[in-house]
């Protein structure tokens, strides 16, 4: 009896630390999808179309990690207009922001393409933006800077710190 009382001590003192030392404290996904697409209109009228390797979001957190490739085409009268391509991306639904990074490109269908490496895109402005260096090439010219401001269809854009080889009209 004695014996028996002194394992139960024993055991309902260490039970927790027990318990822990065989908990695995690992972060894992509560909703997970693969090969999905995402599908953004407003008014009923299309507005981009997000395909994507996985989806994941863990928790209650309100951001949802998007890998293996990202893929994101804006329209236009349901005309594809440009698309901005990366590895990875995040999209903070509270805000309604898609960052995507690692191998980011946005290109138009007139051939010019901007390469950086993060690139966010508001959904609620349809402004695509970002801090960080960017190339962009066109068939006449080179363009680098440090910030690019523009809206989803690249059409007109604004870039911080240019430098690079122009094309300039003169009348």
Not at 35 to 45: P, V
Not at 81 to 87: C, M, P, V, Y
Not at 92 to 103: F, G, M, P, T, Y
């Amino acid at each position: 009896m004695t014996r028996f009382f002194l394992l139960l001590i024993l055991f309902s003192c260490n039970n927790k630390n027990i318990i822990n030392d065989f908990v695995i404290k690992e972060n894992y996904a509560v909703e997970s999808i693969t090969n999905s697409s995402i599908t953004y209109t407003l008014n009923g009228k299309l507005k981009a179309i997000i395909k994507l390797g996985k989806m994941e979001r863990f928790n209650d957190d309100q951001t949802i990690y998007l890998s293996e490739g990202v893929k994101l085409n804006f329209y236009k009268n349901n005309n594809l207009i440009s698309t901005l391509t990366s590895e990875k991306a995040e999209i903070d639904e509270k805000n309604n922001l898609l960052k995507a990074i690692v191998n980011v490109t946005l290109s138009d269908t007139d051939g010019k393409k901007l390469k950086s490496s993060s690139l966010f895109w508001n959904r609620d402005n349809d402004e695509v933006y970002t801090n960080e260096n960017v190339t962009i090439k066109t068939k006449d010219e080179i363009i680098f800077g440090s910030g690019f401001k523009s809206d989803s269809r690249f059409e007109k854009h604004y870039i911080k710190n240019v430098k690079g080889k122009f094309s300039l009209n003169t009348l």
